[in-house]
């Protein structure tokens, strides 16, 4: 996964015991089954890779664990890329071109005819 991809939340569950934690360190929850957009990918130091989301921004907090201020990132894991077909497949419409002129003999013949 990189920036910019399109991902679907496949795991929104949080486990009992870090309940507090997440609700004192999230503003904002992710939804299962909903689709994001990946707007960053974070090491954390080789803990745990997170991504920051372009739908879902939260207050940076400092985290002992990593040593350092930054937006909490939710767990790579709980994620599926989405593989969208990359080829359009593009429609080729052909036009009639009609011609729409008056032809002066026709015009004649009508109006004798009438």
Known sequence: ???????????????????????RDFEIWITKDKEYTLREILDNNGIVTGVLLEEVHN????????????EPAFAIWRFRKLNYATSIQEEVQEEELVLTEDVPGRQEETRKAE
């Open 1 to 23: 996964m990189r920036p910019g991809d399109k991902v679907v939340c496949i795991n929104d569950r949080i486990d009992p015991d870090k309940a507090e934690e997440i609700r």
């Open 59 to 70: 207050f940076p907090k400092f985290f002992k664990l990593i040593n350092r201020y930054q």
